[in-house]
């Protein structure tokens, strides 16, 4: 479980002295520095770093950071809204000491998540580790709720010997197949060594469907915790792909044509130890609760894709028939479904059932894309919202008609339209905020403005190599 309490100047009870004996014990084990890390809002990884000896000084009083970086694009453009974007302000990074792990890809750092705040002591309104930390606090104390979650990572790893204008595949294997894992065992062992030590807990890796592409899943955490961890996957995954002269990329479509590469979530939600999504009346065991949970989530997918799918290259990726989840439906096991039900599988259900989200890539904020889906599903719990009829199949299959009558809906085909419906959603702009939705839509916007006359392949190719 990760610290729910917002950091303070001066550090939190017990927070400088904590970091004086770590800043000791990693001097011991040969760290240097301490990488201070953060997801703006286009959803790159951003970061600061310390020398170990001064991690007691950044818990007690932050490190300096600009907060233009929350209007900052993909490719390092600015834009801005009434509140950010101006050179003028700092912020303090405070590393949170219970996610600081030594990396063992990277010999001599270490790692930690940060929250954002501002010069007089206050939580920064753009922070979104901060925003996703108070949205899980309020669902717990507001309907005694608690949740856990999993981000699957998929990435292409492609050749480091060629001009990085180029993705060459590094393997030459089929779709799932025992040679593409043959090829890269020593990358692939060596990810798994380098995550272990680091103890993230792997449930799986395997080839996945595109060229040279790879899925690996970790263990359920709650939601902050496994948006870090997120983020310290594929921290990891690069780190290790580099010592082998490989070059990866998290992009949601690596060129024009094919699957892309997502970053689904997985969600179930607890009360009292109990699972919500198995043991109840509803359909495929749910709780009353479990399926208004997932009625909101639908209601609201088509405003969510503008911070699940936030990069004009994700629209590559939401294509009919690939599995990626383009239609307002649910099903069991329905892979074309935009919300897939997985029961789990027998004498494990009560700790396995749950909801898969998946038209979510890893151009994602994974902050802002878990406490905007957590915020959807409770509105539709708090309002007992009915779940519709589910469907079975691919559901570009159906006739219009029969689309229209169980509520099925194409989602937004472009960041554009994506970005309208975000503009309309009341809910998840209040859940966020004013300064953090207006810099998500400004964001947007701007991707947009910055690819704009690009053709599908162009537009590939500008962000194949941002995540």
């Known amino acids: 479980m990760t610290t729910l309490a917002d950091p303070v100047p001066g550090g939190r009870p017990g927070d400088v002295a904590r970091a004086t004996t770590l800043s000791g014990d990693l001097t011991g084990r040969g760290v240097h520095g301490v990488v201070l890390a953060y997801v703006d809002t286009a959803g790159i990884a951003r970061i600061k770093a310390v020398p170990t000896a001064k991690l007691p000084s950044a818990a007690a009083w932050g490190v300096g950071m600009s907060p233009v970086f ?3 694009l993909a490719n390092d453009s600015i834009v801005s809204t009434d509140s950010l974007g101006s050179p003028d302000g700092d912020l303090r990074l405070y590393p949170d000491l219970d996610g600081l792990v030594v990396l063992s890809a990277q010999p001599g750092w270490a790692w930690a998540p940060v929250d954002r705040v501002t010069q007089d ?29 999993g981000i699957e990572i998929e990435w292409a790893i492609g050749r480091g010997d060629v001009p990085q204008t180029r993705f060459v595949p590094a393997v030459t294997g089929p779709a799932y197949g025992a040679t593409r894992q043959l090829e890269l065992s020593d990358y692939t062992s060596d990810l798994l060594a380098a995550l272990a030590a680091q103890g993230v807990d792997v449930d799986q890796i395997h080839p996945e469907y595109a060229p040279g592409q790879f899925e690996l899943s970790t263990g359920p955490l709650d939601p902050v915790a496994a948006a870090d961890r997120s983020v310290l996957v594929r921290q990891t995954v690069r780190a290790v792909a580099h010592r082998h002269g490989l070059r990866v990329s998290f992009a949601p479509a690596v060129s024009a044509d094919g699957v892309g590469n997502g970053g689904h979530v997985h969600l179930s939600g607890w009360r009292g130890g109990r699972n919500l999504h198995c043991g109840g009346e509803g359909r495929y065991g749910m709780t009353a609760e479990a399926e208004s949970f997932v009625a909101g989530l639908l209601a609201r997918l088509p405003a969510l894709t503008a911070v699940t799918a936030p990069s004009p290259a994700s629209y590559l990726r939401l294509k009919p028939s690939r599995w990626a989840g383009v239609f307002t439906a649910w099903g069991r096991e329905t892979r074309e479904a935009a919300v897939r039900i997985v029961t789990g599988t027998a004498g494990l259900r009560d700790q396995a059932a749950n909801l898969e989200v998946k038209p979510v890539d890893l151009a994602a904020n994974p902050y802002l894309a878990l406490g905007c889906l957590i915020a959807a599903g409770l509105d539709g719990l708090a309002s007992s919202a009915p779940l519709p009829q589910e469907i079975t199949g691919d559901p570009a299959k159906l006739g219009a008609e029969e689309a ?5 809906h194409r989602l937004p085909t472009s960041l554009e339209q994506a970005v309208e ?29 910055a690819v704009a006359g690009l053709d599908d392949e162009q537009v590939a190719a500008a962000y194949r190599w941002r995540y």
């Not at 002591?121 to 979650?149: N, Q």
């Not at 229209?404 to 099925?408: M, S």
């Not at 859940?431 to 810099?439: E, F, H, I, Q, R």
């Open 421 to 449: 419906e975000f503009r309309k959603d009341d809910l998840l702009r209040r859940t966020l905020g004013p300064v953090l939705s207006d810099a998500v839509i400004a964001v947007r916007q701007g991707e947009c403005a």
């Open 70 to 72: 929350d209007t900052f």
């Open 121 to 149: 002591g206050e939580p920064h309104p753009g922070c979104s580790r901060t925003a996703l930390r108070r949205i899980v606090r309020e669902a717990a104390e507001r309907h005694g709720v608690t949740f856990r979650t």
């Open 404 to 408: 229209a009558a169980r509520g099925v």
